[in-house]
């Protein structure tokens, strides 16, 4: 796990300026680094140290020197597929899987990708060809942005080491600002900075002469295989998650493993075998899973280490959180997992965690909405059409009440996040845009899976805008901002391969949510932990916002000078009173301006 960064065409000191940008995510790295320079690009690396640690260094290069690779990630089968280069001729020279990479690359072009397990995005300079290669995991594990500036291509795992960069024109994207106040996030290719992009996950370029060429080159498929028991379901996913939890603890350091009083983590602990496993909670018991986890922790004999996160604590180290994010997220969970990372790098370098297992095998308690409203959806559409039209003169509400106001899943799921309206952002937003209304974003997902059911729908959606923008992008930022690894065994092109076979009923019931892998996680640990609803680091914001202290510091920031360029500051005032009052739970909606307020004041105010 590393981090590295980059760009195309000669400028003056190009040394220094890439020193200078490495220096920018030195937290991704700090075991060593690596520069490679000539006239036509520069390649900088930052090295956290994993496999092979003596002689893992990077920019690495192959036999005769003509591509240079650097690469941040882990590939889980580099072992046999190193067999199967050295048996076509390759030459190695360490034990890492970043030169399985380069001379996978070497002979299979951008074939390489689809034989490859693992989490990673890297970039091959071909200095024969005068030709930059890049590539992005399956599900986005990764981080990789890119940035046309000039005559210049900037790309890199973190935006903020383009700040370094001469050619870099800081300017914000008012069409994300726009779009995150529905998603919580930065949905698709664009981000926060006007003109830079993230590559979307299992896509690579080919970037040549100043053009750049951008292809998918692997999709998650859905297609039930209904003739399978239950049982046999239950069966195949223990063998496959047991394989890949194995691949995924392949090191030559010491692996950890989050563990909290949900399913997923639990799961990955118990069958994970390692030493230690880590735990925050807060103060107040509702919100408090370390007693679950100790519980969990003795009954599969090993050590938990935990910590009570402070409100003190939580709120001091906002504006650090989203700085280490890049853009602004709006996911209170982001400071627990902050926090968590945190105690785990005083133990280990490497982590393992359950991210993903919502999105694959139909884990989030919306997903059975579809089967609560099964009944009200046999209805003629005349009459449920009548339904919609009463049920549009109250205000929305989430669940199932929001389902019949909406009717088909198209019009109303815009992923687990769905803060403002399309009318209240613009009624909010003293800006003009031209956003796109987010049923645009996520046509094109629910276009490819149009003739399957509600629930497969609303996973694909997720799986391609919510994990990546939101679950995936706070498990790498806040673990690097700690220089620790975090591997996802369920997100596993294996383990998906699996879970898109298995028929709606066995994912979502209308009594319960991941129902196979449940069944499966029950033969490893105790039914209360198995069965347990998802909580998925609570955090009591809601509290938090009704009590004199925090009520008067969300104040002054709502109605500061930033928040007064960008917004109608009144009516953000509303909501924050309406909150406190017991009028409205307005807390995510406050939430999600005030993070945005913090990025900003990060990067345009500090960083200015």
């Known amino acids: 796990m590393c981090g590295f960064v980059g760009f195309t065409n000669e400028i003056g000191d ?5 020193e200078c940008m490495m220096n920018k995510i030195i937290h991704r790295g700090p075991d060593a680094d690596g520069q490679y320079v000539d006239e036509h690009i520069a390649l900088g690396f930052r090295r956290l140290s994993i496999i092979d640690l003596d002689h893992g260094s990077q920019p690495l290069y192959n036999e005769d020197n003509t591509k240079v690779l650097v690469f941040n990630g882990e590939i889980y089968n580099y072992r046999p597929l190193r067999e199967e280069l050295i048996a076509k001729g390759h030459t190695f020279t360490t034990a890492t899987d970043s030169e399985v990479l380069l001379h996978g690359y070497e002979e299979y072009g951008a074939e390489l990708l689809n034989k490859l397990r693992g989490m990673f995005a890297f970039v091959v300079w071909d200095k024969e060809k005068k030709e930059l290669f890049g590539a992005r995991d399956f599900f986005g594990i990764k981080p990789m942005y890119y940035a046309k500036m000039g005559s210049s291509l900037l790309f890199g795992s973190e935006i903020k080491s383009f700040l370094a960069h001469p050619s870099f024109e800081k300017k914000l994207n008012p069409k994300a600002l726009e779009q995150y106040l529905s998603f919580q996030y930065s949905p698709g290719p664009e981000s926060f900075f006007e003109g830079v992009y993230k590559l979307q996950p299992a896509h690579y370029f080919l970037y040549k002469d100043g053009e750049m060429e951008i292809k998918r080159y692997w999709e998650p ?7 399978v028991t239950e049982e046999e379901w239950v069966d195949r996913i223990s063998k496959e998650f047991d394989g890949s939890v194995e691949a995924h603890k392949i090191s030559d350091v010491e692996v950890g493993s989050f563990l909290s009083s949900g399913v997923d983590s639990s799961y990955v602990a118990c069958r994970a075998n390692v030493d230690k496993t880590f735990t925050v909670g807060f103060g107040d018991e509702k919100y408090n899973e370390i007693s679950y986890a100790k519980n969990l922790a003795k009954y599969i004999d090993v050590e938990n280490i935990s910590k009570v996160i402070t409100p003190e604590e939580y709120w001091d180290v906002l504006p650090k959180v989203q700085y280490q994010m890049d853009e602004p997220l709006a996911d209170p969970a982001a400071v627990a997992l902050y926090f968590v990372c945190q105690i785990a790098s005083e133990h280990v370098k490497v982590v393992l965690s359950g991210e993903g297992a919502d999105e694959l095998f139909g884990g989030y308690t919306i997903y059975q909405v579809p089967a609560h409203t099964a009944s009200f959806r046999k209805l003629p559409r005349w009459f449920r059409n009548a339904i919609n039209r009463i049920a549009s003169l109250f205000p929305p509400v989430h669940g199932i009440n929001f389902f019949v106001r909406g009717g088909d899943v198209e019009r109303w799921f815009i992923g687990n996040a769905n803060m403002f309206s399309v009318k209240d952002r613009k009624k909010l937003l003293k800006i003009k845009t031209d956003a796109p209304n987010p049923r645009e974003l996520t046509k094109q997902y629910y276009d ?4 399957k059911d509600d629930v497969t729908k609303m996973q694909y959606l997720d799986i391609h805008m919510w994990m990546a923008g939101d679950i995936l992008l706070k498990a790498d930022k806040m673990s690097m901002a700690h220089s620790l690894e975090l591997r996802v065994p369920f997100l596993d092109k294996e383990i998906m391969k699996l879970a898109g076979k298995i028929p709606y009923r066995y994912r979502v019931t209308t009594e319960n949510s991941k129902v196979a892998m449940r069944k499966a996680a029950l033969r490893a640990m105790p039914p209360e932990t198995a069965n347990k609803k998802k909580l998925g680091f609570p955090v009591p914001i809601r509290v938090w916002l009704k009590e004199d202290k925090y009520y008067s510091y969300m104040k002054e920031q709502l109605t500061n000078e930033n928040a007064k360029q960008f917004f109608h500051t009144d009516k953000l005032v509303k909501l924050l009173d309406e909150h406190k009052a017991g009028k409205k ?14 990025w900003y004041d990060q990067y345009f105010c500090k960083e200015a």
């Open 585 to 598: 739970d307005n807390s995510r909606k406050i939430w999600t301006v005030f993070s945005f307020l913090l």
């Open 221 to 227: 498929v859905f297609e039930a295989e209904e003739s």
């Open 448 to 451: 490819k899976v149009k003739d």
């Open 14 to 18: 190009q040394g220094n300026v890439l």
